[in-house]
C-alpha cells in the first residue's frame, strides 16, 4: 500500500537538506535524505537511506492554491503558508516510513500541516514521529 502525504508549509520555511537532515537527526530517525535533495529544485525520485538500506520517496514541489480548491476545509489551517510538498511511496515498506519521516521532520520543526489526501485527514507531528517510529519497528 503507498503512503502518501501533502506538507503544506511557508515557501521561507522550506528546509536546505542540511536543515532538513538536521530535523530530522532530532528525531532519532535513522533516515538519510540523499545530497540531492534541493528545495524547489528536486522532483520525482528522492533516493534516501534508512537504516543503512536504500530506500527513497517521490517528492515533488507545488502551488498550494490547486490543492487547495480540492480540499477547501483545509484554508483556514493552511492560513499564510503558501508552498505544497507532496511525498509518495510506491508501497514498499521502507519507502512508507521514509515519507512518514520526512513529513514528521517538517511538520516538528518547520512549521508545516501535514495532510493525507486518501483520508482528507490532518496528522500532526506526534501522530507522524509515532507512525514512523512504529512502521520502522516493523522493516525487516
Known sequence: MSQSQSVILNRSDVPTREALQEAINGLKFKLSVDESYAPFESSGYLPCTINGEDSGVNIRFDALEPYLARF????????????????????????????????????QNFDAIVHSPKKDVLSPAEKLISQARSQFADLD
Open 72 to 107: 477547501p476545509n483545509l484554508q483556514a489551517q493552511a492560513g499564510q503558508r503558501d508552498t505544497l510538498i507532496t511525498l509518495r511511496s510506491e508501497g514498499d515498506p521502507r519507502e512508507d516510513v521514509c515519507v512518514l519521516m520526512i513529513a514528521a521532520a517538517l511538520a
